[in-house]
């Protein structure tokens, strides 16, 4: 989580070994987010950014391939 004095950034990473289970995997981040609902703490920020995001651990790739803004 990162904070200034307006906003609050929240992320939920998702670890995936191929690009199939990295789409699994990001609305797994998704749904975590709001079932969780991450960054509803007080103090309340005037702006609330959650993004989820999943790096693709396949050799190829190895790199954050998927994200969402929740």
Known sequence: MIETNK????FEFKYAQNETE?????????EQIKTRDYGN????KA?????????NA???????TLSQQV
């Open 7 to 10: 906003r609050r950034i929240v």
């Open 22 to 30: 990295a789409k699994i995997k990001l609305n797994e981040a998704v």
């Open 41 to 44: 703490i007080l103090p309340k």
């Open 47 to 55: 702006e609330l950014l959650r993004i989820a995001a999943v790096f």
């Open 58 to 64: 396949d050799p190829k790739v190895r790199a954050f």
